[in-house]
């Protein structure tokens, strides 16, 4: 007769096959998941034994990992500063770099400021930009855009979990959909965007997590340029004036990307680098002191 599974002998067979950096603390979350229970309970029942509906149900999920599924995926939520956001295959994982780009912005944006702060957050995903800078500054109004319907349902959910009812949410790709409106309502303070950046031919989409994201949130065209020229170029009619264009790129695209945006007459270019140390972030104002617009 074989002895019932624990806990602990089921953490130690699937940590053997996982064999990453991160093995035992997934398959604890795993673990965890199935068990529906907390980190802290899990290592105080060490010893119990496991159901085998509970061990059937861990099975498959670590099976999914075996097969290269991001962890994100699986258990259907990550965290991002500070905020616990569902995830799916519909939108891109958010990343630790990204949080920098939401440092720049929170950096721009003065906590106490009567006036309305209009911010727009351009290919939204899981809403976890629009999301984390409307949560801190709850006097922000943040429109989210995103061109996948899809993404658009999940960061829409994410904001009614989280209760942060100053996000909106519309369906367009970049500013398509917001140039058919009146500009005067569609100037912003900030422009803020995580735009795929990554090179078509790049070797890393073929490696881990990558190759389960969506491809159009990754790639952007042969040089991983294209949707940014088109954010950089049509930036400046929503802009308000001195307000600023904030983007994350590729750790080696810092160049180019400051270059578009003097191109285009932004000022104050600034690169900011990421936890890692990389080049990831690059922001650029609008120079013009008054509105041009005849109101
Ligand atoms: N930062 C992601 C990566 O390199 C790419 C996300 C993006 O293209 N915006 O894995």
């Known amino acids: 007769m074989t002895s019932p599974k624990t806990i602990q002998s089921t953490l130690l067979a699937a940590s053997a096959q996982l064999k990453n950096d991160d093995a035992k603390l997934e398959a604890q979350l795993f673990l965890q998941y199935a068990l529906k229970v907390n980190h802290a309970w899990l290592i105080a029942h060490e010893n119990d034994a496991l159901q085998p509906n509970i061990h059937a149900e ?13 962890m ?43 006036d309305e702060i209009r911010i727009l957050d351009l290919g939204t995903g899981t809403g976890a930009i629009a999301l984390a800078i409307a949560k801190h500054r709850p006097q922000a109004s943040v429109i989210a ?47 803020v965007s995580n735009p795929p950046y990554i090179e078509q031919n790049d070797a890393h989409l073929t490696q881990g997590d990558l190759r389960f994201e969506p491809l159009s949130a990754l790639v952007s065209g042969v040089d991983g340029l294209d949707d940014i020229r088109q954010i950089i ?7 308000k004036p001195q ?25 104050n270019l600034e ?25």
Not at 60 to 65: G, H, S, Y
Not at 83 to 106: G, K, N, S, Y
Request: charged content about 20%.
């Open 58 to 70: 861990f099975e498959a999920l670590l099976n999914r990992r075996l097969h290269g599924e991001p």
């Open 72 to 114: 994100a995926y699986i258990l259907g939520c990550r965290e991002f500063y500070g905020l616990e956001l569902m995830v799916t295959p519909d939108t891109l994982i958010p990343r630790p770099d990204t949080e920098t780009l939401v440092e720049a912005v929170l950096g721009k944006i003065p906590l106490h400021e009567n």
């Open 145 to 191: 855009v995103d061109a996948s319907t899809a993404a658009l349902e999940i960061a829409r959910k994410n904001a009614e979990n989280l209760n942060i009812v100053n996000v909106q949410f519309v369906l367009s790709h970049w500013f398509d959909n917001l140039d058919n409106e009146n500009n005067n309502v569609n100037q912003f303070d900030v422009i």
């Open 233 to 239: 170029n049509n930036c400046l009619i929503h802009l």
């Open 243 to 267: 307000g600023w264009l904030m983007l994350e790129h590729g750790y080696n695209q810092a160049e180019l990307v400051t270059d578009l945006m003097a191109q285009t007459g932004l000022t």
């Open 271 to 295: 690169t900011i680098r990421d936890i890692a140390g990389n080049n990831r972030v690059t922001i650029g104002k609008n120079p013009l002191i008054v509105s041009t617009h005849w109101d």
